[in-house]
């Protein structure tokens, strides 16, 4: 197989987050992002065409961009329909990468404490998460947040929102997670409004670990991965939030490329 760059693909600001912690902790690979700004967010969206939404990406980044391997930095598509992703993908790109972002974040959750789960409402009723919570966690409570992502995308007042559901949770329950790569961004906002979670799982921070841990495991696959620190940030539709995120998070001479896709 001929290297490759690691792709990223999400709806937008999230993975773009998560992009920048990838390019912190593993500055030497080469990277193309791609920000499906068109058709975002994504929670609310039915499997099928969240399956369209990914399989139209994965053949843009695995066949014109020939990326090794790419992220699904979405936990909406992760949780929802990656092993029919991962079937279209063996069969079409046999030998290409796919990673998903459930694994990693399944592994970090404290399975002997109570937890609350912030998530999207397509993640918070995916039966992945669901039957790992069922099994595992002591105790849990998940809240979905459907307007969050939105607000985040257009710079919206985000703590307010989070503090309608203040109330929803207890003293007693001091761990959390946001399960959805967008609320790492306001992460702070989740801080204020919550104190008592004295421990949060961050995706944003798990995603980098997650994948230098497998590179060193799989030094063989790691080998199809091309380095040079090069960077591609793709959307497939103008926004000025985007742009500025863009140029805030990477240098001010990154400029987004708007595609039709």
């Known amino acids: 197989m001929t290297k490759g760059s690691i792709g ?3 709806s937008g600001l999230g993975g773009l987050w998560v992009l920048k912690h990838l390019k912190d902790e593993l500055p030497e690979y ?3 992002f791609l920000g499906d700004q068109a058709n975002v967010p994504f929670g609310g969206k039915t499997p099928d065409e969240l399956f369209n939404i990914a399989t139209r990406a994965l053949n843009y980044l695995y066949g014109e961009k020939e990326c090794a391997g790419v992220i699904i930095a979405c936990n909406t598509i992760s949780s929802t329909i990656y092993e029919r992703l991962r079937d279209w ?33 397509r993640t918070c009723a995916s039966e992945v998460y669901e039957n790992f919570l069922k099994t595992n966690v002591k105790n849990y409570i998940k809240i979905p947040l459907p307007q969050l992502a939105y607000l985040i995308e257009n710079r ?11 109330d929803m949770i207890g003293s007693d329950i001091e761990s959390g997670a946001l399960l959805c790569t967008h609320y790492g961004i306001v992460r702070d906002d989740f801080k204020k409004v919550f104190p008592q979670i004295k421990t949060w799982v961050y995706q944003e921070d798990l995603i980098p670990a997650y994948i230098k841990e497998y590179f060193i495991e799989f030094p063989d696959r790691e080998a199809f991965f091309s380095r040079g620190g090069e960077l591609s940030i793709i959307i497939n539709k103008e926004s000025e939030v985007f742009d500025k995120f863009a140029k805030e998070w990477f240098g001010a001479h990154i400029k987004p490329e708007v595609i039709n896709l």
Do not use: C
């Open 156 to 166: 919206e007042d985000t703590l307010s929102y989070i503090k309608y559901f203040k």
């Open 89 to 121: 993908k063996d069969e079409k790109y046999f030998g290409k990468i796919l990673f998903g972002i459930v694994r990693p974040t399944v592994e970090s959750i404290d399975k002997g404490k109570p937890v609350v789960i912030f998530a999207t409402p």
């Open 30 to 32: 080469n990277y193309i």
């Open 8 to 10: 990223v693909f999400d």
